[in-house]
């Protein structure tokens, strides 16, 4: 299995997203789940912002693209390839102001390319091409937007990432959301990510279930076809 493994803390060792990808790495290993991973920082390498010749060059059919068309939509390109790749898509961060860090909007506005990470059906509805990838979300977030707090309405990330990523094919994504951190007492903060670890370690768990599952189809396959 290939996993692409997104950050997009501004936080370095103190960053409590970053943490929580790690220990659900960790959790896949400890299963002993065969996987590789693609890591992206989206902080040391945030794509760029869209711009009108991205935009004139991402609608432009490709086989009418000019060589600067061509260059302006290069790391797009380069990232649409790592994303279909990949099997499976980690993305950790953290909620800044009700939402995702700007550095990982646009890493959706450069992966959410026409005729690349979607296709247009002849019925005229759209075919996302992240279909078949498992999608783990792993957030961190200040205050508690649960059921039933009173930030509870003000959560925008939850949504954003289901629809930028449902249009993409995700039909459902796993969501862990450890809260509250920033705006919590010590005990409050220490079972916010204690229930954090363990919804992860029962994530893994579920992958690895799935992991063997394939590896055994894949050998029974393989077994019929030498017969």
């Not at 800044?96 to 296709?119: C, E, H, Q």
């Not at 289901?162 to 796993?174: I, N, Y």
Request: net charge neutral; with cysteine; hydrophobic share 45%.
């Amino acid at each position: 299995m290939k996993i692409m493994h997104v950050e997009a803390s501004a936080k370095r060792e103190r960053s409590n997203s970053r943490a929580l990808a790690r220990y659900f790495l960790e959790r896949l290993r400890e299963a002993r789940v065969d996987f590789d991973v693609d890591y992206l920082d989206l902080t040391v390498d945030t794509p760029p912002h869209v711009t009108e010749a991205f935009a004139i060059a991402t609608y432009t059919p490709a086989h009418e693209r000019t060589a600067a068309m061509r260059a302006t939509l290069a790391s797009s390109d380069a990232l649409c390839a790592r994303l279909l790749a990949a099997d499976a898509l980690v993305f950790a961060m953290p909620m800044y102001n009700w939402s995702m860090p700007s550095a990982f909007k646009a890493f959706i506005d450069s992966i959410t390319r026409t005729g690349v990470t979607y296709l247009h059906a002849e019925d005229g509805g759209i075919v996302g091409q992240l279909g078949r990838h498992k999608v783990l979300f792993i957030t961190s977030r200040g205050a508690d937007l649960r059921a039933g707090s009173p930030y509870e309405s003000m959560d925008a990330l939850t949504p954003a990432l289901k629809a930028a990523f449902g249009f993409l094919g995700v039909a459902g994504p796993t969501f862990v959301d450890a809260q509250p951190l920033q705006f919590a007492s010590p005990e409050a903060r220490a079972a916010a990510l204690e229930r954090a670890r363990g919804e992860l370690a029962t994530v893994a768990a579920r992958w690895a279930q799935g992991a063997r599952a394939a590896n055994h189809a894949t050998e029974a396959l393989c077994q019929a076809d030498a017969e």
